[in-house]
């Protein structure tokens, strides 16, 4: 599966994808991306996210887009805190946030 996401693409599928972790996007949660990006561009990922039901699917995308661009240290931990923003936008974390995090840290280290 090729990707050829902008990065901005990119960066918003991961934080749709932390969202989405526990099944439940909250209202914050949408908002924070929202006012991070367009909202054209929010809607269109947000499609595809919902379209790709499967855990492993997301997984995967994200790991080949990151193989197949360069994405500098700065964009790294740039994103890592605008995870983390997503998951605190609600004011809790639960288990399955907290595991997307590690995962999306470990890949992105």
Do not use: P, Q
Not at 8 to 33: D, G, M, P
Not at 66 to 71: F, I, P, R
Not at 92 to 105: I, M, P, R
Request: hydrophobic residues 40%; contains cysteine; negative net charge.
């Amino acid at each position: 599966m090729i990707m050829s996401w902008t990065k901005e693409e990119f960066r918003t599928y991961v934080l749709l994808f932390v969202a989405h972790c526990n099944y439940i996007e909250t209202k914050e949660e949408s908002e924070y991306i929202i006012s991070t990006i367009n909202e054209d561009l929010y809607n269109k990922i947000h499609t595809e996210i919902v379209m790709d039901a499967d855990e492993e699917v997301k997984l995967l995308k994200v790991r080949e887009y990151l193989e197949d661009n360069s994405y500098s240290e700065n964009d790294k931990k740039l994103l890592l805190e605008d995870i983390k923003k997503v998951i605190f936008a609600d004011g809790t974390v639960d288990v399955l946030e907290k595991k997307a995090y590690a995962f999306l840290k470990k890949i992105l280290n």
